[in-house]
């Protein structure tokens, strides 16, 4: 179980990339039906620690926390910055004892540095993929996706995309629910794709007007029942060509693929936190039957939803 998160700070950090961790970890959100972790920031040399933007930031513990958290988070700094020994010791025992270590961005090349990413795959942003390929040659650094999790190290690529890679831990601990609550607080999207064959492929954008806000948020609400173009289209007052032609400048997708993407969330999410049967998850997703569901699993997840469920379904709600 997902609890106690270390969350290292080293010279020359970037802030956007340490704020990330500490807005996904470090925030109590209990009140909302969400997780309260024991958040600490730690590092090898307590006092203020640089940042790349000029300003120094005051940590004042020490590493012990952070040699039995159940997760170690690395962010971005400067590639050339030399790597304290003390820092990747952590990070080696962290991988050594089974617990997720996570870097975000250029923070890869910390985790590279202590040795943790031979003969693994992982990311970084794209400025940095080839330079992080070449002095890390037993890497398989794939320049192309959001994030990339091998076994319990998870690396993510530029900014944004750390917070993709945080939710992911997040979700694959504690469940979807956790992850919308805290992603539904940062106004995020709940999950997008990491570029691994478990999660959806083609990420989709957020409405840009308030005015299809509301009707992707009836969309949601109405997911069990047979929305086409044209029932959306008289919904939304609007003819059904300049529905679609709005609502795909909008979102960046068509409205059949933008619910195809929400129900197989939805059916994730069912598959995670209820017993029900794979018919009636169907049904209440908008797929109808369980054998269209399953086509759409192994189409765009490429597993299906009993063995989704197997995978990911012991966080049954209580």
Same mark, same amino acid.
Request: charged fraction near 20%; glycine fraction near 8%; aromatic fraction near 8%.
């Given at each position: 179980?997902?609890?106690?998160?270390?969350?290292?700070?080293?010279? =020359?950090?970037?802030?956007?990339?340490?704020?990330?961790?500490?807005?996904?970890?470090?925030?109590?959100?209990?009140?909302?039906?969400?997780? &309260?972790?024991?958040?600490?920031?730690?590092?090898?040399?307590?006092?203020?620690?640089?940042?790349?933007?000029?300003?120094?930031?005051?940590? @004042?513990?020490?590493?012990?926390?952070?040699? $039995?958290?159940?997760?170690?988070?690395?962010?971005?700094?400067?590639?050339?910055?030399?790597?304290?020994?003390?820092?990747?010791?952590?990070?080696? #025992?962290?991988?050594?004892?089974?617990?997720?270590?996570?870097?975000?961005?250029?923070?890869?090349?910390?985790? +590279?540095?202590?040795?943790?990413?031979?003969?693994? %795959?992982?990311?970084?942003?794209?400025?940095?993929?080839?330079?992080?390929?070449?002095?890390?040659?037993?890497? #398989?650094?794939?320049?192309?996706?959001?994030?990339?999790?091998?076994?319990?190290?998870?690396?993510?690529?530029? $900014?944004?995309?750390?917070? #993709?890679?945080?939710?992911?831990?997040?979700?694959?601990? !504690?469940?979807?629910?956790?992850?919308?609550?805290?992603?539904?607080?940062?106004?995020?999207?709940?999950?997008?794709? +990491?570029?691994?064959?478990?999660?959806? =492929?083609?990420?989709?954008?957020?409405?840009?007007?308030?005015?299809?806000?509301?009707?992707?948020?009836?969309?949601?609400? @109405?997911?069990?029942?047979?929305?086409?173009?044209?029932?959306?289209?008289? $919904?939304?007052?609007?003819?059904?060509?300049?529905?679609?032609? %709005?609502?795909?400048?909008?979102?960046? $997708?068509?409205?059949?693929?933008? !619910? &195809?993407?929400?129900?197989?969330?939805?059916?994730?999410?069912?598959?995670?936190?209820?017993?029900? &049967?794979?018919? =009636?998850?169907?049904?209440?997703?908008?797929?109808?039957?369980?054998?269209?569901?399953?086509?759409?699993?192994?189409?765009?997840? =490429?597993?299906?939803?009993?063995?989704?469920? %197997?995978?990911? +379904?012991?966080?049954?709600?209580?």
């Amino acid at each position: 179980m997902l609890h106690s998160i270390a969350c290292l700070a080293i010279p =020359q950090m970037a802030p956007f990339e340490f704020g990330v961790i500490c807005e996904v970890f470090g925030i109590d959100r209990s009140e909302q039906g969400g997780p &309260n972790f024991d958040f600490h920031v730690v590092t090898a040399e307590p006092g203020p620690i640089s940042t790349k933007l000029g300003f120094d930031i005051v940590v @004042h513990e020490g590493l012990e926390f952070a040699r $039995t958290a159940d997760l170690v988070a690395v962010p971005a700094a400067l590639i050339d910055e030399p790597l304290d020994e003390r820092v990747a010791e952590v990070i080696r #025992d962290a991988v050594a004892r089974g617990a997720w270590v996570l870097s975000v961005c250029s923070g890869a090349f910390t985790l +590279g540095r202590a040795g943790v990413l031979d003969g693994r %795959r992982a990311t970084t942003h794209w400025m940095y993929t080839d330079r992080l390929a070449a002095e890390f040659p037993t890497t #398989d650094v794939d320049p192309d996706v959001l994030f990339v999790q091998d076994d319990k190290v998870v690396t993510g690529a530029g $900014t944004a995309a750390g917070i #993709d890679a945080a939710l992911h831990i997040v979700r694959s601990e !504690l469940g979807a629910s956790a992850a919308n609550i805290i992603a539904r607080r940062m106004v995020v999207p709940p999950q997008r794709d +990491g570029g691994q064959s478990q999660f959806i =492929q083609t990420p989709v954008g957020e409405c840009a007007s308030d005015s299809f806000a509301t009707i992707t948020t009836w969309m949601l609400e @109405h997911l069990d029942e047979d929305l086409t173009v044209d029932r959306l289209a008289r $919904t939304a007052l609007m003819s059904p060509r300049t529905f679609a032609r %709005r609502f795909r400048a909008e979102t960046g $997708t068509t409205p059949n693929a933008w !619910l &195809n993407r929400q129900r197989l969330l939805r059916a994730q999410q069912l598959l995670e936190e209820t017993d029900l &049967n794979l018919e =009636q998850i169907a049904r209440d997703t908008g797929f109808g039957a369980a054998a269209v569901m399953r086509h759409h699993f192994v189409k765009v997840l =490429q597993t299906t939803p009993t063995a989704y469920r %197997r995978l990911f +379904g012991l966080r049954v709600a209580s």
